[in-house]
């Protein structure tokens, strides 16, 4: 957001479904995040409600690669263009993954790419992330920005005292990763290949296992997601509307799943400064609603593969039947 020069009176447009960080940003620029629905199928950022979102004060727009598939980014870079906007890809879940032949943070379809490096992502530094962009002048600001505003470049200083002199030139923060993570982070970029491969062949092991399961619905994603989540959708029209339930029901049995994510206009935060409430994104609920993540992760063993699978299939064979077999009459 620095980077692009979003301050005060300027709007980004986020999708509903994300973590809390893609809309915070804004904030902290000074900027006013403004909320798009999504696909309540694939949890992605919807581009015909991301067209009515568009005003005279919109500077750009953060996709969401959620769960490690890539966006329609063609369309939604169509989009930018046509009204001029700066488009920042939220790739936190994606690093490794593809989009129509070009590796996803490429930049092929954006102006920037973030991700990040938290342990449970494609690779990790323990914390931290990554910035990337095809645009000189951006990675400039970029690196400006993580060492405090300061430079040591004499051709961009109004003064140079020696070797040692340098300048703040506008307002940073510390930012950098310690030597120690980026000797983790290099290391980790040589088996990313390995990692995604894993995460991709457990992806497929599930979808092959699962598609035969009433009142399943299984996530988006193919051969070329990153895979970073699986979330399945539970149908409530063939399962019943409890979503609680099927979640107990899979906790009981072991297995670590979640929900990803909470819509950001369900937070109170989001709420008092937007003055969005529920209901206002249908999209976004629905997903929500419905989704559960399984454990994916490339250090799953087989076996570890074979116990979630079996826990998911007992647990909604089970709600199936229960919904769907009439009970006894008594005698």
């Not at 992605?44 to 005279?56: G, N």
């Not at 290391?187 to 062949?201: A, E, G």
């Amino acid at each position: 957001m620095h980077a692009i020069s979003i301050s005060e009176g300027d709007e980004v447009i986020v999708p509903a479904i994300t973590f809390v960080a893609t809309g915070n940003c804004v904030f902290h620029a000074g900027g006013k995040p403004v909320l798009c629905d999504v696909d309540p199928v694939t949890g992605h950022l919807d581009p015909c409600d991301l067209e009515k979102r568009i005003l005279k004060q919109t500077r750009a727009v953060i996709p969401v690669h959620l769960t490690g598939a890539s966006c329609d980014m063609e369309t939604i870079r169509d989009i930018a263009a046509q009204e001029h906007l700066w488009v920042v890809e939220d790739a936190c879940h994606a690093l490794g993954g593809d989009y129509r032949v070009e590796k996803i943070c490429g930049c092929a379809y954006s102006d920037l790419a973030v991700t990040s490096f938290h342990p449970v992502k494609s690779i990790t530094t323990g914390e931290g992330g990554a910035v990337f962009t095809n645009h000189a002048d951006l990675a400039e600001r970029v690196r400006s920005y993580r060492t405090h505003g300061i430079t040591k470049d004499p051709k961009r200083m109004k003064l140079c005292d020696g070797p040692w002199y340098y300048e703040m030139q506008e307002l940073g923060t510390n930012a950098r990763l310690t030597d120690f993570q980026c000797a983790l982070g290099q290391m980790q970029l040589q088996r990313i290949d390995q990692f995604i491969r894993r995460r991709r062949t457990v992806a497929q092991y599930y979808n092959d296992s699962f598609a035969d399961l009433p009142g399943l619905h299984l996530p988006n994603g193919g051969d070329d997601s990153a895979w970073h989540l699986y979330v399945i959708q539970i149908d409530p029209s063939v399962l019943g509307e409890d979503r609680l339930e099927v979640f107990m029901r899979l906790k009981e049995k072991g297995l670590g799943v979640s929900v990803h994510y909470i819509p950001l206009h369900y937070h109170p935060y989001y709420q008092h400064r937007l003055g969005v409430t529920y209901g206002d994104f249908p999209g976004a609920e629905t997903y929500y609603r419905n989704s559960i993540s399984l454990p994916i992760y490339p250090a799953m063993s087989d076996l570890d593969v074979e116990r979630t699978v079996e826990a998911v299939r007992i647990v909604i064979q089970n709600l199936y039947q229960a919904k769907t077999v009439p009970m006894a009459e008594p005698i």
